[in-house]
């Protein structure tokens, strides 16, 4: 257990507990965190950061996965729930933010950056041994919440806040918060990438609760993640009654079936490990119509970018080829894409040095990891490709598993580990 | 044009219609026909006739394609729209009826079938220019209405009922009016022939409105409709995290995928001709996790029940065995199933004989069809299989295509023409 | 049985036994008649017809299926087996021949056709209960033999011009005897018919011996056979060691299993039977190779041209995307092919009436068929889009089936009863 | 290269060069080197060893991929090619022998594994530009050919053999010199190993000539190559007319094919690499007739024992259900298996050892690959299981690739390198 040692440390804990479990009762998924986003604003504004909304953070032609018809809902939904209508002016229709602290003092540029979605596809629990059911603060939507953590992401970053707006008059440089939209599907990135808003940053920092630690524990990631593409595909046929008129068809669900055989039979690659999954077909309309119309979901990965891409064109090659084999229309979306995330051994040697220090006999382990994938690897890449560096930790927490009704970071001080994390950082980069 | 040609003729008409648009305007899918049987009992009883119900005449282990959900909702729903509780009470969960009247003369037992089941799947045209919209008796249920002109059939039942009654002093032997349930689907008629409800029938008849034919034309079928099973695949598998463990998943989606590659593939067979159509796949519940669940639609057709029958099996030697391919469990479910239509060259003779002296310029074809199937042909082949003749005829109106949002039965006069063929079996079969 | 009644009969009878023996134990696949050419041509010319050969009688761009490298190799045979060299050399590298005898007065012009080819792919049984190997004739060359009749078809045809030269002066108009090569694989006739030979034929008839009728029995077509092409498929794609580079590798072993699943999945037709015999597959190189090369053999058939083109193009659509799909070169190459054979009711009503008239009990049957195939169709519908009829019968003899290592013309007097019926063909058609 | 620095490097390579050429020259394929077998015995006899052959060497029943009907013909041509007859009646059926030299005084038991056979499937370059055509010891043989170098591996053997022999004072313990038969195909190792041979081990090392290393360098293992089984499938259908008859068929090339789509798409593990290559399919008769007989060659390899058994598990488990869905018998036979190479520290340590005293600046590196599989490791596997240490290395060589037609051992000095390793770590392990 993370223990606070002083009143600036004792009154951030509360003050992250209180706004993760207000993020927590009021989940946004992906592209929809308008309610979200206007408050991270409010706070950083209210701390005396420039925020930076809207087009300044996010390209919009490079977002992945939008479903446009939930965003209008979505933002209306802010607003019912309190959402500062000034603020979501400022935004238009695109969510996340960067809080920018200049000190006016040289020194470096630093971008930490915290994911802000919640999850779509799991229905919290309500179980009474479920922690935020027990408590109240359990997600009231159907098929969203925050299975995954991001609000206790969010909620360090602006603990993050408070401690720079505290400590204003000892830092040197620029510091900028990035709160990212969309990080469930690897989809928001790299619309925050191509922004430019972390070209000027010579470091990056990302990190996740749990995961494989516990509590007490941080990881630091010397490199990992695979690298994915996620993709929906659409095939588009022609209908007609199976039994009058069998051959004027053109079977939508054939070559979905037919696609689905061939992409599961992407071969393996010398160049390291990979994945393919189809997870989800739906194709037809009746049973003694001909398939008008078939979609997949599938996403592929690849401990490298280059078996990564290999598998994605291919994907490419195969919907392609397969609607001429049956003679209909196919198309391929690409939904989210992330890369490996490589860290340098500088940022490494930062954390390994502040994890030194930690107390409460924290311990601090480097890995790596192939089993999942991380779009902050995108800004990373970015940082790094202009010349800065990138590194990424986790902090532990108990937990029962991501993605999982049940899911709760169950040492919520495990964020005062984190902050102290960030601290630290700043501590040594941009120290007067 | 058919003109009713005496009051008796006039009234029918007039009675036919106005049922009709009273049936078109309560639709109730196949198995929910609460509403429509209430109704049909109380005109029989009305008229005198006894009224079986129940598993009097549906076996209820032999009924296909039901939606157990539903059958509360649709009763309920029937109760509402005014059906008659105590006619609810006998009827059980089981739709359809049988009206029976023994004239107490020695004679044949002549069986006549009508089915009432409204189409699920389409939703009728709110186009002004449809007349059921225009007139306002058009469907109020979103993908439920009278697409396929039961209603129409339904009609003509009771008015060939009114008939009977008004001549019972000249008929001899009795007579059945089969009032059949879940067409649609070919998922009714079996349940009706098990019953045993037409075991003792030494004649039946059945017919269709519309087809291929226009105003003022019956088609008399020498043999026909292609035999065919509907069937429902389930697929269960075992779910895992496609990134970390995919070793661990067993696809549901995969074994779906691959059955219908398999079953599309099914060979043609010497005995005539065939179908198969997987109309429908749903597989999957997420991008990146091994699928657990998948289903299929499906149906085969066989100009014999040789040909159907080998193609059924196939397909449930394909689900077993792909089962085991993918290390999942594999169901098949019968939804629906029916034979082809058999009809006596006897009763071929008497529609003949019945229709040289049908008014109105009425012309009459001999036809076969291979394009569609009808569960009739199971009652049929019930009645054959015990001695007795079948017959089945179409009787044409004007009409833009079944099974379309704006199909009507646009000459509802068609319906007169259809009772005088029926009384005019009567006539020559039951004349004292 | 069928009996000689006069000399001429004796002796046309044992001359056809004495030929069919000589063809039998000398058998050459399709393209490779060099010898059997041969020797018709220089029975024909002793008897005074003019003999037409090479591009005459064969368009060599049209003609299918053939196996290039086989042909020096079969003219040298047919040379060291005595066949005459200065024909030869007349033929070229092209087989068949189309005796011709005008007989100086006017009349119509009428053409028999005559198939000449053995069948590659059965060895003759040599067993001492097979009569051919018991009397000696069997045939010496593994894997060829005359396992379809045609040594007896093209005896038939020599019987026929001896008898013409017999009666020449009673004869009016031109008589084509036509001894077609490749009719194995439907691969002959259309070479033939695009030469132009039968373009001023006013009637054109074939026939097979054996098929389902039996020994003193004629069988009549109206119309049948159905159409089909036979098509082979190759794939070329990348080699790679399976081991250490797999996504170096475009298997075209994939490709081609791949297209085989699509190809037997082809739909139903409602314009009638139809059929997709993928009956060869062949590729790869080694276990732990991807491979390079890939091939297979195949046919389709439909009971009409437009059912077997529709089957034929989708064939090659699916190959062309199935080679996009995995990224190989894919190719099909037509090897055969022929249409439904249509009679006219003239020609049907010829050889009826010459039916009527034929000894020993013969009894004639009208048929059709959809089992099978048979070029000669192509050839028929050549004359008849001229203006010409044409007409096709069967003659029956005791056999163990078509294509079998012990096919025997069992009955070896069925040449008698096939010589009857194309004389009184002529008979009727061209008497003085 | 590398410089015989005394007389008995002189001679010791001379002779290794000699007897190489021969091997070279006579080369045999797995299970078929009765010549190369009794060769070697015969040296190992003059020599002074113990000779063990047949069961004593090799277990009958675990030998894999046999193709039982070379077995006669080889033995003759081994007789024929000068064959010691009174060996040839030791080994009986069996290739292989080890040879052991018992010093008498105690010390530890030591195997040397060589393997023997040559390469079926290539056929060696005739160019004069290839060496061993030029010098004229290339193969004679068609197909067969050593184009992995086992003809060097030999030779080492027999050299090291006549270390042994003269140094044989100097020695304590035993020392055992395997001479394995079909390593290519992993089909030999498991056999030797069964019988029991190698149990009384301590220490077993193998090698091999060229991969990735040139001339003057070694590769010492620490652990490596990919488990790996190989599988022959066999589908049984129902042969049956396609035009005629298409039910009644049962399609051995379609469930090829369905089975081929299957194992392709088995899923990626997360235990680690694998692979599947379908390397050959061949199925089917004829163009139109129902395939009686298909064939599939495969393999599947593994970073490790598990996945490999995995991937070998799904495969069989795929070929029983796919049998069952196209109502076909199938049959799954193992070929070749082998398991990952494991070797102990103290293996690599004393091969380490060697190396730093190795002259000709001879460069050792350390590595580790999965890249290729090598049947030793189940040798290897079955000393360690039963206490003993394991090592691996590999001798470099100038050569244009393993299993090319125009490989060839170029710098044939690195047989010196080799023997130079082996004997070095008979100094360290069996000195007096």
């Known amino acids: 257990m993370q223990i606070p040692y002083n009143d600036e440390e004792l009154q951030t804990q509360r003050e992250m507990i209180r706004l993760r479990r207000d993020f927590h009762a009021h989940p946004e998924e992906g592209w929809c965190e308008f309610r979200t986003t206007a408050a991270i604003v409010r706070v950083l504004e209210n701390l005396g950061f420039a925020v930076l909304t809207g087009e300044n953070v996010i390209a919009p032609d490079a977002r992945m996965g939008v479903v446009e018809e939930r965003l209008a809902a979505a933002r209306l939904k802010a607003l019912e729930e309190g959402a500062d209508a000034t603020i979501l002016d400022r935004m238009g229709d695109l969510t996340g ?121 941080i990881g630091i990631l010397t490199e990992g993640y695979l690298a994915t593409t996620k993709m929906d595909v659409f095939f588009e046929g022609t209908p007609a009654h199976a039994g009058s008129d069998p051959e004027k068809g053109r079977s939508a669900l054939l070559s979905a079936c037919a696609a689905v055989m061939s992409i599961q039979g992407l071969p393996r690659h010398s160049g390291g490990d990979s994945r393919v999954s189809i997870g989800r077909i739906e194709a037809g309309e009746g049973r003694n119509v001909v398939a008008a119309h078939g979609r997949l979901e599938l996403e592929v990965r690849g401990a490298t970018k280059e078996v990564n891409d290999f598998l994605a064109d291919e994907v490419r090659r195969i919907v392609h080829g397969m609607a001429e084999v049956y003679g209909v229309k196919g198309k391929v979306v690409k939904t989210g894409e992330s890369c490996r995330y490589v860290c340098d051994p500088e940022a490494v040697a930062i954390l390994e040095d502040v994890a030194k220090v930690l107390p409460d006999k924290t311990k601090a ?46 040492d919520e001080d495990a964020m005062l580990l984190a902050w102290r994390v960030f601290t630290g950082v700043l501590a040594r980069l941009h120290h007067v």
């Open 97 to 217: 933010c960067v809080g920018v602290w200049k000190t006016g003092r040289p020194g470096p540029v630093t971008a930490f950056r915290f994911d802000i979605d919640a999850l779509r596809g799991v229905s919290e629990s309500l179980s009474p041994e479920h922690r935020p059911a027990a408590l109240g603060f359990a997600s009231p939507v159907p098929n969203v919440c925050h299975a995954c953590g991001h609000d206790a992401h969010t909620a360090v970053g602006l603990g993050v806040a408070r401690w720079i707006a505290s400590h204003a008059h000892e830092l040197t440089g620029t510091v900028k918060l990035l709160f990212q939209p969309a990080e469930e599907g690897v989809r928001g990135a790299a619309a925050m990438a191509k922004s430019g808003v972390v070209d000027d940053c010579g470091w990056l920092f990302g990190s996740h609760v749990g995961c494989e630690f516990g509590p007490n524990e």
């Open 365 to 410: 382990t480097v890995f790596t990891t192939e089993r999942g994938s991380e779009d902050c690897a995108v800004l990373a890449e970015r940082v790094r490709s202009l010349g800065g560096k990138a590194g990424f930790f986790c902090f532990g927490t108990r937990h029962k598993g991501h993605h999982r009704p049940d899911f709760d970071v169950e």
